[in-house]
């Protein structure tokens, strides 16, 4: 047997190992189109995901007119490098098949193709106004200020920009409007009162609409009140009644200063400042002398710029302390309720609280209900009811959707009873577009 081992012949040196074939890639993935416009489509992919030891040279981009047969397919002359491609120069409205395929010395790979033709236009985003948040409120400005509004939007194709004012055109004279491919500029060189009102801006791209409106409200100081007297004198004491301004200055009256000066030296002295009341007793007159009154209106603005004084002027008597004739007990205590200041109208917004204000005299002191949509409203915790010296407040704390309405405040005692009502509206919070999540 060792002779036969000895015989075995030698084995054959083995043939050089040939070269791995050239094999192509998998096919490219995720392809889609990026943006398109009227001439062009730009689309992206990513690389395959088998790429072998052959590696990777570049990509085709092969199109065709959708109905057209698939050896119609034309073919980008360079290998691209990029997983991104703009086709240019197509003719608007045309549809395009688009696939990709990957290149390397083993060949072609499998194409990757879009699932439908895509149309060579425009991408029409629909038009949106984004009226910033300090606009959403109403807007308010003093006469003369110069308003200067940017107010941006969205929209592709370049939207068609319009306003009106309270529903009809704007005044040119008045509004200068610039619009670019992102704002609109509302601008007015100096406010004028009648400048104030619902401005609406609309965006419109082919068929969709975007509107938004915006209060404007120019307001300026108020007048003096209509009228000032002195209906009572009694000891060191004067009663003065007056009543509201004709012009509020387009904003409403917030308080009234009133001011006295004695005949002799006839120096103004203010006793009373942001007083919400339309009469007022002053005290601590000094006996002997004799006194003119003048009151000023106040609103967000300021004070009137003049006053209106008292025709009548009052004399403290030296004997003012027994000067007491019986009448005007009655004239100054019993009386049935009034109201001095009404309720006005207020809107909010869903959540954020609101208070309404009147005052009121009568005497004895009137028993105050307030009521919603003529129901008492009680001892609900969402309302804080309070009456201080004659000024009666209601606070409406975080108001959903149900509380509006029209709300009243009845002011009774026995010599009988008064009412005043205003409507308070609800609005939904505006939401931007880019707060929803």
Known sequence: ????AAAAPEPEPKPPTPPPPKVPT?????????????????IIWSQPENIGDTGLDGYVIEICKDGSKSSDFSVNEELQKACRYVIKNQTTGDRLKIRVVAVN????????????????????????????????????ARVGDKINLTIPFTGKPKPVVSWTKN???????????????????????????????????SVKVEDFEDKAPLILQIVELPGPPASVKIVDTWGFNVALEWTAPKDNGNTEITG?????????????????????????????????????????????????ESATVA???????????????PEYKEHDFAEPPKFTTALNDRSTTVGYSTKLLCSVRGFPKPKIEWMKNQMIIGDDPKFRQICVQGICSLEIRKPGNFDGGVYSCRAKNDLGETVVSCKLEIKQPVIPEGDKK
């Open 256 to 304: 009234y200063t009133v001011q006295k000066a004695d005949k002799k030296t006839g120096d103004w002295f203010t006793v009373l400042e942001h007083y919400h009341r339309l009469n007022a007793t002053i005290s601590d007159l000094i006996m002997g002398n004799t006194y003119k009154f003048r009151v000023f209106s106040e609103n967000k603005c300021g004070i009137s």
């Open 105 to 140: 010395e083993g060949g072609r790979s499998p194409p990757v193709a879009l699932a439908e033709p895509v149309v060579v236009k425009e991408v029409a985003d629909r038009p949106k106004v984004r009226l910033p948040r300090f606009l959403r409120q109403r807007y308010v």
């Open 26 to 42: 998998s096919a490219p993935v995720e392809l889609f189109v990026e943006d398109k416009n009227d001439t062009s489509v730009s």
């Open 311 to 325: 025709k009548e002027e009052a004399k403290i008597l030296k004997t003012g302390i027994e000067y007491k004739p």
């Open 167 to 201: 529903g009809g055109p704007l005044d040119t004279k008045r509004v200068n409007i610039r619009s670019t491919e992102r704002d609109s500029i509302l601008f007015i060189r100096a406010a004028e009162r009648d400048d104030s009102g619902v401005y609406e801006m």
């Open 1 to 4: 047997t060792t002779g036969e």
